[in-house]
């Protein structure tokens, strides 16, 4: 009876083993796309980082542009403190005279 099965089995595994190499030749494909795939990963997580970087550059000078604007408006704001100041004194020496 075991010879009947190994002989019954027999030509069932051997289908089967022909059949695992074509599937090796299938999925060996896809899995070198999964590995190149992989491997771009970092050098688009890299170029993510230097965006973010270039992004955060142009902030900081945004901000340093505007810490300067502030200070030119300060400063004209002193400027016409000066002015007006001058043009009181005029108008108080226009009124000694």
Known sequence: MPLFGVLFVAPKVAAISVQI???FNDVAPVLVQIFLVLIDIPLITFQILLVILYLSTILF?????????ATISAQILLVLFNVTAISANLSFVALLT
């Open 21 to 23: 190499l074509p599937i």
């Open 61 to 69: 000078e945004i901000r340093l542009i505007a810490r300067d604007i």
